[in-house]
């Protein structure tokens, strides 16, 4: 079975801090994408960053960058310079090969001015 | 482009009656359409995939009676609760995915459920 995990129900920072969001993940396919979502009060589900595990560069969005360790089934995703706006329900999801999303759980980021 | 809407974007109802959401793809063909409910301050869970013109498919849990889907067009799918009842009372979430990027879903807005 397919699993996404992140182990950090709640984080909080201080504007404009560096803040890491863990995800680990399980899964027995050889190429796959993995996702972070961030969905704000609004609820809309929004694409921070995309990573092809075929890829081995690291994906890269302004401020929002990921670790992908394959070998580890990791995918962190860090935010630079964080901002009031980028407190959200932040989710990482891993895409199976019937194209359904695995969720893990979310992390819940308060940015704190 | 790769809009998704969803329509209402909240409803309310009184028990026992039935309630359709309709998800469409503004720009571009969905070649599936996903339907996810959401607890508050809970991660998606997947109810059904649809492809146009089939039958959905049911996640396990999922009364595919209570929960009618129709996927008629390769733009619109909608979702009608039926006999609804307030333990149906949720956040329904529709995605879809392209043709021509089928590795993405593209995330409807969400309908807010509420059965008094």
């Known amino acids: 079975a397919q699993t996404v995990t992140q182990s950090q129900p709640e984080m909080s920072v201080q504007e404009a801090e560096t803040v890491t969001l863990s995800c680990t993940y399980d899964?027995?396919?050889?190429?796959?994408?993995l996702f972070w979502y961030k969905q704000p009060p609004s609820r809309q589900m929004i694409l921070v960053i995309r990573?092809?595990?075929?890829k081995q560069q690291n994906a890269t969005e302004n401020r929002f960058s990921v670790n992908f360790q394959k070998a580890a089934k990791s995918f962190s995703l860090k935010i630079s310079d964080s901002q009031l706006g980028d407190t959200a329900m932040y989710f990482c999801?891993?895409?199976?090969?019937?194209?359904?999303?695995?969720w893990g759980a979310g992390t819940k980021l308060i940015i704190k001015p | 482009g790769a809009v998704v809407s969803q329509h209402p974007s909240w409803v309310i109802c009184k028990s026992g009656t039935s309630v359709k959401i309709e998800c469409r793809s503004l720009?571009?063909?969905?070649?599936?359409m996903f339907w996810y409910r959401q607890f508050p301050k809970k991660s998606l869970m997947l109810m059904a995939t649809?492809?146009?013109?089939?039958?959905?498919?049911?996640e396990q849990g999922v009364e595919k009676d209570k929960f009618l889907i129709n996927h008629a067009s390769l733009t619109l799918s909608t979702l009608t609760v039926t006999s609804a009842h307030p333990e149906d009372s949720s956040f329904y979430i529709c995605s879809a995915n392209a043709l021509a990027v089928p590795n993405e879903q593209f995330f409807g807005p969400g309908t807010r459920l509420t059965v008094l």
């Open positions: 720009d571009f063909q969905a070649t599936t």
């Open positions: 999801a891993l895409l199976a090969s019937n194209y359904q999303l695995i």
């Open positions: 649809s492809n146009e013109g089939s039958k959905a498919t049911y």
């Open positions: 899964t027995s396919e050889n190429n796959y994408y």
């Open positions: 990573q092809e595990a075929y």
